[in-house]
């Protein structure tokens, strides 16, 4: 019983930074070892074809077996995520910086203090179903979505694709990627994102 309760209070305490890159670091040089490759938006597309896609679009034809454990992988992530929601959950909303919050609030957008004004994961004020009638809801929540496949698709790969696995592999085509999501990052925070949320 002392065991568990230790094990969970560890699990329950926030961990360094640094333990999550670590262990990113190992996964890649596991990946690569075995010759495999690691991307969310490839997990997807294994899915879509263990769902039958490959009889309406070509692109989705083929053998998804092979991927099969990209599909464990993002069970895993639904999973961990819906247990550390339901049982690991911290008493106090999402902790961010003073600046952040500034930020947030020059934005509109309000950062709980209090579990009782919500947990802050995802501001109220965009992602909610009220907020897609509205312009700047559609926009963000429906234009992003699409902006957002297109160009996973359109690079052959999403942020974790490139940036951890193609860079991991030297690949100059994830390095262009990389700039690329960061260039569009940055122009989305401070020119675009403040323009749509005064629609």
């Known amino acids: 019983m002392l065991k568990a309760f230790f094990i969970f209070s560890i699990l329950h305490t926030p961990w360094h930074w640094a333990f999550s890159g670590v262990m990113i670091a190992l996964v890649m040089f596991l990946l690569l070892y ?54 690991m959950q911290s008493p106090q909303p999402v902790q961010i910086s003073q600046a952040t919050r500034d930020d947030l609030s020059s934005l509109g957008i309000h950062a ?21 009638l509205t312009l700047r809801g559609f926009i963000l929540l ?36 990389v700039i690329g999501f960061f260039i569009g990052g940055l122009v989305m925070t401070h020119l675009l994102l403040p323009i749509i949320l005064k629609l």
Not at 112 to 131: C, K, Q
Not at 172 to 177: K, Q, R, T
Request: hydrophobic letters at 45%.
């Open 34 to 87: 075995s010759g495999r490759t690691f991307g969310v938006s490839s997990s997807f597309d294994a899915l879509c074809t263990l769902a039958g896609a490959g009889k309406k679009v070509k692109y989705f034809e083929g053998d998804w077996r092979p991927k099969a454990w990209m599909l464990v992988f993002l069970l895993g992530t639904v999973g961990g995520a819906a247990i550390a929601t339901i049982w």
């Open 112 to 132: 709980p203090t209090t579990l009782e004004e919500g947990r802050g994961y995802a501001p109220e004020e965009i992602f909610t179903f009220r907020s897609l």
């Open 142 to 177: 429906i234009v992003g979505g699409f902006v957002i496949g297109f160009g996973t698709r359109w690079a052959g790969g999403c942020t974790s694709g490139h940036a951890i696995s193609g860079l991991s592999n030297l690949q100059l085509p994830s390095l262009i990627a």
